[in-house]
């Protein structure tokens, strides 16, 4: 059974623009902190956004380009990726946790994991 189920990754250019969808079936969407991991090559994963009732956060490597939104009566969770560098390369994976999400950082934290979406940023 599929909890989350990502969309919107693929090939792109150096300087592109992509946006991340994320739907989720898990019961009582309202009541989860949402977050984006990414995995790229011979890399650990790691870090790209949250978002929390009280807010957003991002990592470091993305801020500033990357924007993290949600739509509640779409229980979906979005990823606007600007400015692409190669690498942003990764596969890009969505994950959720019961409130409260204390450490968005963290990934043991997230109770739900997304199959992930590939995105390819060539030079």
């Known amino acids: 059974q599929a909890h989350l189920v990502e969309s919107g990754g693929g090939l792109v250019q150096t300087g592109d623009s992509l946006k991340l969808s994320c739907v989720s079936s898990?019961?009582?969407?309202?009541?989860?902190?949402m977050g984006w991991f990414r995995q790229g090559p011979g890399k650990e994963r790691e870090f790209v956004a949250a978002?929390?009732?009280?807010?957003?956060t991002y990592g470091d490597s993305v801020k500033g380009r990357f924007i993290i939104s949600r739509d509640n009566a779409k229980s979906t969770v979005y990823l606007q990726m600007n400015n692409l560098k190669p690498e942003d390369t990764a596969i890009y994976y969505c994950a959720a946790k019961r409130l409260p999400l204390n450490s968005p950082w963290n990934e043991d934290e997230y109770d739900y994991w997304g199959q992930g979406t590939q995105v390819t940023v060539s030079s």
């Open positions: 978002i929390k009732l009280s807010g957003s």
């Open positions: 898990v019961p009582t969407f309202s009541l989860l902190d």
